[in-house]
């Protein structure tokens, strides 16, 4: 497998269905929806955070929930994106990092061109095999199983206890 470390990177981006959810929406008899994502992304995105890496979420979806939870995670989000790569293009060249230097991690067809664009890329294990085949990094958990805990772990080879005892 490739390696990678955090000094490789300028920008990590996340897509949010499939990716920090399960990719299942649920839906209430008055036609709200909800997700399911993992707790463990959560002190992921804290510890990635200490390292002032630029950090998004880019999401197709037009639910709040994405807005939600991006909020609760203190990482900006793009939403209700349809051209992903256009998108991105846009926010590196406003924000100033290197798409060379940006691992992008996606599931399906509509993150296919953003991650083309980027320098690295990684999928969760139940990614549509497109994804996979054109991904630097085939990830060993599926989407809102902690997917963002692997990579910083498991690939960046992050000690987090390390990390969060430093101040």
């Not at 997700?35 to 200490?50: E, I, M, N, P, Q």
């Not at 037009?62 to 939403?79: C, D, E, G, Q, T």
């Not at 296919?112 to 549509?128: T, V």
Request: proline share 1%; charged share 30%.
């Amino acid at each position: 497998m490739k390696k990678i470390k955090l000094d490789d990177l300028d920008a990590l981006i996340f897509d949010f269905d499939g990716v920090l959810t399960n990719n299942k929406v649920h839906l209430d008899q008055n036609g709200n929806e909800w997700v399911s994502c993992s707790r463990s992304d959560g002190l992921a995105f804290d510890v990635l955070r200490k390292f002032k890496k630029h950090t998004y979420i880019i999401s197709t979806e037009k639910n709040k929930v994405v807005a939600a939870r991006a909020k609760k995670l203190k990482i900006p989000v793009l939403f209700g994106i349809q051209n992903k790569s256009k998108a991105l293009k846009k926010l590196s060249k406003k924000k100033l990092f290197n798409l060379d230097r940006t691992l992008y991690v996606g599931n399906d067809l509509n993150d296919y061109e953003a991650i083309k664009l980027c320098g690295y890329s990684a999928c969760p294990l139940d990614s549509h095999k497109k994804i996979k085949k054109i991904s630097t990094f085939n990830l060993d958990v599926k989407g809102g199983s902690g997917v963002v805990r692997y990579i910083l772990e498991e690939l960046l080879k992050l000690n987090f206890l390390k990390i969060m005892s430093s101040k």
